[in-house]
């Protein structure tokens, strides 16, 4: 076997060949004794290896430029044409993941840890890894599982976070994955036992159990451009369009058009409740059966086609966020929603939710919404007219029935669309 080691990092190169028979070790580096012999074996040391000179072989989404290095030792274990295994133990800095899945922008990750075995079986077309640690900042996750592609990719995987306080995690976490968070503020401590079990072929057997436990949690001070302790009094919220501001609504009753949870009446309320989070009074920030049942219907179809978010989350991302389907933006939704639900009240999050989501073509809040489609104030409702409304918030351009928009669709058509999160 003949091995090319590509650029001028590699340090340290030690290659054998343990077969039946075969005496062919070199007496530098001989086999360990306590381990079984693998077909070969070879253990690369490095330091400051440019990644650059793998980039025609790594995937095009990760982006690695002349200042990306990988420092460390790699064990690899190779059997025959079937199996390889490689032990890690390196640092690797400078590397660019640029997936529209991620972030709706290139995420530099500027030092990475990575400490653990990964294997691959051919045959099998398996990628598994055992008791592998991953983090950064003094912030390591183990991960265990694997991911099967003999078809639709299948993943199996466990991860676990010891309890360690909030603040480190995000000052760990790379600042173009968290951008709005950058800056927070707040103490308590976050521990994380998850597994996922998804397989695109049995949407049935999916299992995910977040295991996630936060204790002692206190916003002390909020990032640049976030303002959730505003809300508990007066603010001032900014709908934009494609990066351009084009309403402001005070939410304060200084508004006269700001509908308090009162005047909302129990009709209304009872309708968004139940199209939008009927448990809304019940968790959290977050409904973790419809996550579960958003998730299956996902792997179903093969696309995201369903959100599973609460109306806290939902309001954390009209607040704060854009309509970006990223892992960078529900990573982000999931901590200002729980940062809402723990500084303002459920009645709060309600009434303020009613105020600003979009109702219609250009309607926004409950008031602007009752007097476009039936020109009386939210307390004047009826309870049909109530759930009428509350059936266009999951689709407000589409179910705009106002003559003057959208014709509304049937109620045949509404029971049958399924939930997009936009």
């Known amino acids: 076997m003949q091995i090319l080691a590509v650029g001028a990092g590699a340090t340290v190169l030690f290659f054998s060949e343990a077969r039946a028979g075969s005496d062919l070790l070199p007496s530098a580096n001989p086999a360990p004794q306590d381990e079984e012999p693998a077909d070969s074996w070879f253990t690369t040391g490095f330091s400051d290896f440019s990644l650059h000179h793998l980039n025609f072989i790594l995937p095009s989404y990760i982006q690695v430029g002349p200042e990306g290095k990988l420092t460390g030792d790699l064990k ?3 059997e025959g044409f079937s199996q390889a295994t490689v032990h890690a133990d390196v640092s690797i800095t400078n590397i660019q993941i640029d997936h529209r899945g991620l972030a709706d922008h290139p995420v530099n990750i500027p030092d990475l840890s990575l400490r653990g075995a990964i294997t691959w079986n051919r045959s099998e077309k398996i990628i598994s890894f055992q ?16 991911v099967s592609y003999k078809n639709a990719p299948a993943v199996r995987l466990s991860l676990f976070l010891p309890e360690m306080e909030i603040q480190q995690v995000l000052n760990a976490l790379p600042a173009d994955l968290i951008p709005k ?9 976050i521990a994380m036992n998850m597994s996922l079990m998804a397989d695109p072929a049995n949407p049935a057997s999916f299992k995910w159990e977040p295991g996630i436990r936060v204790s002692n949690y206190h916003l002390f001070r909020e990032p640049p451009g976030i303002s959730i302790l505003a809300l508990k009094s007066d603010a001032i ?22 509908v308090s949870y009162d005047q909302l009446g129990e009709d209304l309320r009872k309708a968004i409740l139940k199209a939008e989070d009927a448990g809304f009074f019940n968790h959290s920030g977050f409904n973790l059966e419809a996550i579960r049942m958003a998730m299956v219907r996902d792997l179903s179809t093969g696309e995201f086609v369903r959100g599973g978010s609460t109306i806290t989350q939902q309001l954390a991302k009209n607040l704060f966020l854009t309509g970006q389907k990223t892992l960078s933006r529900k990573l982000q939704e999931a901590m200002l929603a729980y940062a809402l639900e723990q500084e303002l009240t459920k009645q709060k999050i309600l009434e303020i939710y009613a105020n600003i989501i979009e109702w219609g073509v250009d309607v926004y809040g409950i008031a602007e919404a009752a007097d476009h489609y039936f020109s009386k104030p939210p307390s004047s409702l009826t309870n049909e007219e109530a759930k009428t409304l509350a059936s266009i918030i999951r689709q407000p351009k589409k179910r705009d029935f106002n003559p003057k928009s959208i014709p509304f669709p049937s109620e045949e058509a509404m029971t049958e669309r399924p939930f997009v999160d936009e």
């Open 76 to 78: 690899w274990d190779i």
């Open 131 to 146: 008791n592998l640690s991953l983090g950064r900042g003094g912030v390591m996750a183990r991960l265990d599982g694997a």
């Open 181 to 189: 968070l950058m800056g927070a503020q707040v103490s308590g401590t």
């Open 237 to 258: 919220h900014e709908i934009r369009k494609n990066g351009v501001a084009i309403r402001r609504i005070l939410l304060s009753r200084d508004n006269p058009r700001y």
